[in-house]
């Protein structure tokens, strides 16, 4: 074998490595849950219900989870009982309960979106668009207030170790998910009112998992 043969074979070699090892990686959806834990482990390690008619169907909750401090119930989601996201679900009763809860998520998100009803702010774009911190700053402080004041808004960040590469890339929001890294993780915290309550609903998701992903990336748990 000559010299550039075996360069090939070397270089083929540390590329299937490489990819294995991409493949193989287990993606963490939220605490100690990854993506496709299978639905029979998750129920013989916690005291599940089931929760379709609340939620959507073949939907599995256990109460009294804990974020940040604040109770919350957690349900599980699944495609062909293959977990691919999580929502947490927490009564709020004021203003700087909702507050601590977006502090506990930019701990391992960056802000991407900011929606109050039909009214968006695109981070992205402002971010582009505006030089002066306090400038910056002060349109979201604005946003917000009102936001809260009808107890409506609605938060979409992305995970950070992703933030720098794909809002350099992108223009504006709508550009984030272009081209995403299959394992980036996204989370949603929308704030409303539900039978005169305010509610927190946090959804934790990663946009880019697919069939083949979770049939290719089977998690295998001790029972």
């Not at 000559?2 to 590329?15: D, E, I, Q, R, Y």
């Not at 605490?31 to 609340?54: R, V």
């Not at 004041?149 to 170790?161: A, D, G, L, M, R």
């Not at 934790?204 to 001790?222: A, R």
């Amino acid at each position: 074998m000559n010299k550039f043969s075996t360069k090939l074979v070397t270089l083929l070699g540390l590329l299937l490595l490489s990819t294995q090892s991409i493949s193989e990686s287990p993606i963490r959806l939220y605490k100690q849950y990854l993506i496709g834990m299978p639905k029979a482990y998750l129920q013989k390690s916690h005291p599940l219900e089931d929760c379709s008619a609340k939620y959507e169907k073949g939907t599995l909750c256990m109460q009294k989870h804990s974020l940040a401090g604040e109770e919350a119930e957690i349900a599980f989601r699944f495609l062909n009982d293959k977990l691919v996201s999580i929502v947490l679900i927490m009564p709020l009763i004021n203003v700087s309960k909702i507050k601590k809860i977006f502090y506990a998520l930019k701990t391992q998100f960056d802000l991407v979106l900011i929606e109050q009803g039909n009214n968006k702010l695109d981070i992205i774009q402002i971010s582009a668009n505006t030089f002066n911190k306090r400038e910056f700053t002060k349109i979201i402080s604005d946003f917000e207030n009102e936001a809260y004041q009808k107890h409506n808004i609605k938060y979409t960040f992305i995970s950070k170790e992703d933030f720098i590469t794909q809002s350099r890339k992108s223009h504006n929001f709508a550009d984030i998910f272009k081209n995403a890294p299959m394992q980036m993780r996204a989370a949603t915290y929308s704030v409303g009112r539900k039978n005169g309550q305010v509610i927190g609903t946090i959804s934790f998701i990663v946009p880019g998992i697919t069939q083949s992903y979770l049939d290719q990336n089977p998690i295998v748990e001790d029972f």
